[in-house]
């Protein structure tokens, strides 16, 4: 049934795409992009959600991710992307008392399409989204669409992006509660509505900003249903209890200096509030440097600051008369440190040639290796390899 349900949402796209094909002059084919994106995560900490904030929070995740760019002709394309996660979780096997190995194992696999059409007389274009994924205890569906116009000199570009997210959750509860009436949960479904709107400035020959306002806005389930929480001289747990609808807005501003001709710095600030009482504030900065022609170096560092949720307790913490609580410490208060460095190969003809048929030459275009770690306050540590293959067929 999700299959059908997203050929329904990709065939009005591809219907648009071939009929604006069949009807636009020839021209000479433009090269298919195809960036497949391979990464590792790993990490491990002492205050697992699904165990009341106590417990190993130890994981691993594989993805591949395919992402696929088609040109129909010189003012509209085919945008694709696909992947599959698979991950070893250790805490989400605490749910019942069968562990079923050192971790569960699960997986999610995603497609999302989207169609760009541009108007490059008016300086106007839009594009149309789709897409959805689907997890052992999860399906998510996707609709969108955006626009964007540029200026007369080309200097100011303004983007606005709306995304509706559809949620269906299998309901799963911890073991020792099941069939006691604590296994309740107001509603399965969530709808998130992910609004964007970008302001693009180059200021000089060196130097561009861009204003980024994301708010959002969710309701429905927004508490996980086998996230355990634990009150003082109460034997049994509840299960995570949060309010139906939060609101999000985060605004930011990114800087890019061109220092010199092989040096670029890229930084980027963010305040971030929501109706749980999260506050937060980011600071990142990236220094590309290149090292002769289609090489690049770049290290990164980001800080990261956060008050918690007003409904966050650790273990034990919460009162019985609580409305709302929940011990997951990703809305805690914390502060976590992301660093690492990248490295970039991208030749001006490329890292290598191959022969696709007797009239067509496929070409090796880039790789991007990028290693980064992760630290929080609160103990959690993690470690991320990213490889980026991109070819030109």
């Not at 594989?62 to 696909?82: A, E, F, K, N, Y």
């Not at 949960?185 to 709808?191: E, L």
């Not at 985060?250 to 600030?269: C, E, Q, S, T």
């Amino acid at each position: 049934m999700p299959q059908l349900f997203l050929i329904l949402i990709f065939l009005p796209f591809i219907s648009w795409a071939q009929l604006a094909d069949s009807l636009a002059p020839p021209s000479p084919p433009q090269p298919v992009d195809v960036n497949f994106l391979f990464n590792y995560y790993e990490q491990d900490g002492e205050h697992a959600a699904v165990t009341g904030g106590i417990g190993t929070q130890e994981l691993t995740d594989r993805s591949m991710i395919i992402v696929v760019h088609v040109p129909l002709d010189s003012t509209q394309s085919l945008d694709v992307r696909g992947g599959l996660n698979t991950y070893t979780s250790a805490s989400t096997d605490r749910i019942d008392s069968r562990l079923s190995s050192a971790s569960r194992k699960d997986s999610r696999g995603r497609v999302y399409l989207q169609y760009n059409r541009d108007w490059p007389k008016k300086r106007q274009g839009f594009h149309l989204f789709g897409g959805g994924s689907i997890e052992s205890d999860y399906l998510s569906t996707a609709l969108g669409g955006g626009w964007a116009w540029t200026s007369r000199d080309q200097n100011r570009t303004f983007d606005a992006e709306l995304k509706l997210y559809l949620d269906t959750w299998i309901l799963i509860f911890p073991e020792e509660i099941r069939g006691t009436g604590l296994d309740v949960a107001p509603t399965n479904r969530r709808r998130s509505f992910n609004f964007s709107f970008t302001l693009t400035q180059v200021i000089n020959k060196r130097l561009q900003a861009a204003f980024l306002f994301e708010p959002s806005f969710q309701q429905g389930m927004l508490a996980t249903p086998f996230h355990r929480v634990y009150f003082p001289d109460v034997e049994l747990p509840q299960v995570e209890k949060l309010p139906t609808a939060r609101v999000k807005l985060p605004l930011g501003v990114r800087l890019n200096a061109f220092l010199k001709d092989f040096w670029v710095l890229r930084a980027y600030g963010r305040l971030y509030w929501d109706s749980f009482g999260v506050w937060a504030q980011t600071i990142s900065v990236e220094s590309p440097l290149k090292f002769g022609v289609g090489v690049s170096l770049y290290p990164f560092y980001r800080l990261h600051h956060q008050r918690g949720s007003r409904y966050f307790q650790p273990y034990e913490g919460h009162l019985l008369n609580a409305s709302f609580f929940t011990s997951d410490y990703d809305l805690s208060s914390f502060t976590s440190h992301k660093y690492g460095v990248g490295l970039h190969l991208e030749p001006l003809f490329g890292l290598t040639r191959f022969k696709l048929s007797s009239d067509r030459i496929g070409l090796f275009k880039s790789v991007d290796f990028r290693y980064t770690r992760y630290q929080r306050s609160d103990g959690l540590k993690a470690f991320i390899l990213g490889l980026d293959l991109g070819f030109s067929f």
